[in-house]
T-cell receptor
Framework: KQEVTQIPAALSVPEGENLVLNCSFTDSAIYNLQWFRQDPGKGLTSLLLIQSSQREQTSGRLNASLDKSSGRSTLYIAASQPGDSATYLC???????????FGEGTQLTVNP | DARVTQTPRHKVTEMGQEVTMRCQPILGHNTVFWYRQTMMQGLELLAY????????DSGMPKDRFSAEMPDATLATLKIQPSEPRDSAVYFC????????????FGPGTRLLVL
């Protein structure tokens, strides 16, 4: 059974800092890995999707990397802003299935 | 601005009552997912459909939960009878198989069973 772990569970940083969120998964036979953002009381918004054949994806100040062999992904946020405050979730799907297995999330607070 | 819509947004009901949640996926998306989110269990997939056919409902308690897609514009999740442990936020998401399988989430239905 695929298990996804995210570290840290919570993170508080001052505005402008660069930060890294970590995600690990137990079964390396993934199809893709996605990073989502969830604001309080809202649904999830997809940030980045990395196919299993890719090493990284970038969107603006966000960069996600994937090391399938070690079962790890990182989400790098550059020059953090208070508007980045949210919970960030990592999710993986296995080959042959659209089922996503989610981590518990990292709750990020960026202080002005 | 295409988005997934869910109704109702909030539901309070008493134990034993039937609850029906509805989802309108983004037009053209052929895959629809139902998730449940709780503090204890996090986000879990209950079931998903492709081209209106159920592909995986292994996460759904079969004795009280049922999910259907009467047509391409409507997905329903029904709980009968409801129990306090069903209290959670239920999310619907839709997407395409190709090219990238990104899932687009609705705002959720917050359910409280008393």
């Amino acid at each position: 059974k695929q298990e996804v772990t995210q570290i840290p569970a919570a993170l508080s940083v001052p505005e402008g800092e660069n930060l890294v969120l970590n995600c690990s998964f137990t079964d390396s036979a993934i199809y893709n890995l996605q990073w989502f953002r969830q604001d309080p009381g809202k649904g999830l918004t997809s940030l980045l999707l990395i196919q299993s054949s890719q090493r990284e994806q970038t969107s603006g100040r966000l960069n996600a990397s994937l090391d399938k062999s070690s079962g790890r992904s990182t989400l790098y946020i550059a020059a953090s802003q208070p508007g980045d405050s949210a919970t960030y979730l990592c999710a993986v799907s296995l080959q042959g299935s659209s089922r996503l297995t989610f981590g518990e999330g990292t709750q990020l607070t960026v202080n002005p | 601005d295409a988005r997934v819509t869910q109704t109702p947004r909030h539901k309070v009901t008493e134990m034993g009552q039937e609850v029906t949640m509805r989802c309108q996926p983004i037009l053209g998306h052929n895959t629809v997912f139902w998730y449940r989110q709780t503090m204890m269990q996090g986000l879990e997939l209950l079931a998903y459909f492709r081209n209106r056919a159920p592909l995986d409902d292994s996460g759904m308690p079969k004795d009280r939960f049922s999910a259907e897609m009467p047509d391409a514009t409507l997905a329903t999740l029904k709980i009968q009878p409801s129990e306090p442990r069903d209290s959670a936020v239920y999310f619907c998401a839709s997407g395409l198989v190709r090219p990238r399988e990104t899932q687009y989430f609705g705002p959720g239905t917050r359910l409280l069973v008393l």
